[in-house]
């Protein structure tokens, strides 16, 4: 992070860095920062709309809602950030949300803004012009009656007198102090993360083992079982397992020290469905799932958040680089270039041919899965798995009942409780010294249940 010695603003360096500046007026912040609070409050409109009409999300908490860019039934379609396609040539065609009711016959185009306090009705008449020719547009070519939406807070809080008249209008119930909350919450995110003040964990922060860590470095395998060298296997393992894991030690004691951090590990749903031909590369994503599960619970007690982010296949150059176990053929080469002689090597063709398309099918774009690690390091109880696309989180749903890991590390996090003291303050009670660590709560046989460990321990005690 620069370093400033003046009063000016420590990301643009153009202006003086006052609360203003840096909560709606630096332009360095606008693309990033000033996008994602408004993206917030939006989806939180768009969340209650789409409750309002009886449309099923993926996520329930306004937070973590991300918006289909088309919603439709019978009796409405909900569009987020669509381009309206019109006959005269309009600039403003892109609003937020636009909710057409097919049964009422109307079209409200909601869009939302967020500036400083000060400049709230200017900017409330500003999008109510700006949107004028694309109602009249949206009236002739959908044959609907149209109306413009502002929704406008100030980055602190502020709202003009007609913004529940506005909400009111909204389809859905909408609470205006809710979202004040958002557009604050957003605000004082941003103060924070631009300040680098303690807590505010991630990127404007340098010092190892103080914020955030993410784990992306990964290599594949695929071909046949028998074919892959010890030499392969141990690249495997040292590049997708150990490194990771060795990298993870290092920080996890800076952060233990701090009491703080979020260690994002980039898994893929292979770590929980495994793929056949990709019998290593599995296996490695395997060994780190289960050492995510297992370190969530007990760093959680250091106030440490685990993540795995668990994508489908990703537009990444991983897939042009994977090549039949180190062979220098791709796959689609090999099955081109396989004799259907070899059993193995036939049902490897059929693999390549009929299967493996329908799991690239799910591929995801590299910048949802940045959007969605961006966002799992802005909440403040970060989930232990998350799946960025709605097929792949489907597919978790159907392989793990938590598909969410939360409810493992809950029951598993009951270690806090017993050692609660001893970590985290001076121990009570009795004239007893309390251990000094979590001996003796560790479960005598690794093969015992630990949820059951745990109702033991309390009958016991
Ligand atoms: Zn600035």
């Given at each position: 992070?620069?370093?400033?010695?003046?009063?000016?603003?420590?990301?643009?360096?153009?202006?003086?860095?006052?609360?203003?500046?840096?909560?709606?007026?630096?332009?360095?912040?606008?693309?990033?920062?000033?996008?994602?609070?408004?993206?917030?409050?939006?989806?939180?409109?768009?969340?209650?709309?789409?409750?309002?009409?009886?449309?099923?999300?993926?996520?329930?908490?306004?937070?973590?809602?991300?918006?289909?860019?088309?919603?439709?039934?019978?009796?409405?379609?909900?569009?987020?950030?669509?381009?309206?396609?019109?006959?005269?040539?309009?600039?403003?065609?892109?609003?937020?949300?636009?909710?057409?009711?097919?049964?009422?016959?109307?079209?409200?185009?909601?869009?939302?803004?967020?500036?400083?306090?000060?400049?709230?009705?200017?900017?409330?008449?500003?999008?109510?012009?700006?949107?004028?020719?694309?109602?009249?547009?949206?009236?002739?070519?959908?044959?609907?009656?149209?109306?413009?939406?502002?929704?406008?807070?100030?980055?602190?809080?502020?709202?003009?007198?007609?913004?529940?008249?506005?909400?009111?209008?909204?389809p859905g119930e909408h609470d205006m102090r809710k979202l004040m909350k958002q557009a604050i919450l957003g605000s004082a995110h941003i103060?924070?993360?631009?300040?680098?003040?303690?807590?505010?964990?991630?990127?404007?922060?340098?010092?190892?083992?103080?914020?955030?860590?993410?784990?992306?470095?990964?290599?594949?395998?695929?071909?046949?079982?028998?074919?892959?060298?010890?030499?392969?296997?141990?690249?495997?393992?040292?590049?997708?397992?150990?490194?990771?894991?060795?990298?993870?030690?290092?920080?996890?004691t800076h952060m233990k020290k701090r009491k703080s951090g979020h260690i994002i590990f980039v898994s893929l749903i292979l770590g929980l469905?495994?793929?056949?031909?990709?019998?290593?590369?599995?296996?490695?994503?395997?060994?780190?799932?289960?050492?995510?599960?297992?370190?969530?619970?007990?760093?959680?007690?250091?106030?440490?958040?685990?993540?795995?982010?668990?994508?489908?296949?990703?537009?990444?150059?991983?897939?042009?680089?994977?090549?039949?176990?180190?062979?220098?053929?791709?796959?689609?080469?090999?099955?081109?270039?396989?004799?259907?002689?070899?059993?193995?090597?036939?049902?490897?063709?059929?693999?390549?041919?009929?299967?493996?398309?329908?799991?690239?099918?799910?591929?995801?774009?590299?910048?949802?899965?940045?959007?969605?690690?961006?966002?799992?390091?802005?909440?403040?109880?970060?989930?232990?798995?998350?799946?960025?696309?709605?097929?792949?989180?489907?597919?978790?749903?159907?392989?793990?009942?938590?598909?969410?890991?939360?409810?493992?590390?809950?029951?598993?996090?009951?270690?806090?409780?017993?050692?609660?003291?001893?970590?985290?303050?001076?121990?009570?009670?009795?004239?007893?010294?309390?251990?000094?660590?979590?001996?003796?709560?560790?479960?005598?046989?690794?093969?015992?249940?630990?949820?059951?460990?745990?109702?033991?321990?309390?009958?016991?005690?």
């Open positions: 992070m620069k370093v400033t010695t003046d009063s000016k603003c420590r990301m643009c360096t153009e202006t003086d860095e006052t609360m203003n500046h840096l909560v709606a007026g630096c332009q360095k912040l606008a693309a990033t920062e000033y996008l994602e609070r408004h993206n917030k409050v939006a989806a939180a409109l768009h969340l209650e709309i789409c409750r309002h009409y009886g449309i099923p999300t993926a996520e329930q908490h306004p937070w973590l809602h991300r918006p289909e860019t088309v919603n439709e039934t019978d009796r409405v379609k909900i569009l987020w950030d669509f381009e309206v396609r019109t006959d005269k040539v309009i600039t403003a065609r892109r609003p937020d949300i636009i909710v057409v009711d097919k049964q009422e016959k109307t079209a409200k185009i909601i869009d939302v803004a967020i500036p400083l306090d000060k400049n709230i009705r200017g900017k409330e008449a500003e999008k109510t012009q700006k949107y004028q020719d694309l109602k009249l547009e949206i009236q002739k070519l959908w044959d609907v009656k149209a109306k413009v939406i502002p929704i406008v807070i100030g980055a602190l809080g502020a709202v003009s007198t007609s913004l529940e008249r506005h909400l009111q209008r909204a103060l924070r993360r631009v300040l680098d003040l303690p807590g505010s964990g991630r990127f404007y922060r340098s010092k190892p083992g103080s914020g955030v860590t993410v784990n992306n470095a990964a290599m594949s395998q695929f071909g046949k079982f028998e074919s892959v060298s010890m030499k392969q296997m141990q690249a495997l393992f040292q590049t997708n397992f150990f490194g990771t894991a060795r990298i993870t030690q290092e920080i996890v469905r495994p793929l056949p031909f990709a019998d290593f590369y599995v296996a490695t994503k395997f060994a780190l799932e289960g050492l995510v599960g297992s370190l969530a619970p007990v760093l959680r007690c250091f106030n440490i958040s685990v993540t795995s982010v668990e994508p489908g296949p990703v537009n990444t150059s991983m897939a042009d680089n994977l090549e039949i176990n180190g062979q220098g053929l791709s796959p689609l080469q090999h099955a081109e270039s396989s004799s259907s002689e070899d059993e193995t090597d036939a049902l490897l063709k059929t693999f390549l041919e009929k299967y493996f398309p329908v799991f690239l099918s799910h591929e995801e774009s590299k910048l949802l899965v940045a959007e969605v690690i961006k966002d799992c390091i802005y909440q403040a109880n970060p989930p232990v798995r998350i799946q960025p696309g709605d097929s792949i989180r489907k597919l978790a749903r159907e392989i793990l009942i938590d598909h969410t890991g939360n409810k493992n590390t809950d029951d598993l996090s009951e270690i806090k409780a017993s050692c609660i003291k001893p970590i985290f303050g001076t121990p009570t009670g009795g004239g007893q010294t309390a251990p000094r660590c979590c001996k003796g709560t560790v479960p005598p046989t690794g093969g015992q249940h630990s949820t059951s460990f745990f109702r033991l321990r309390r009958e016991a005690s």
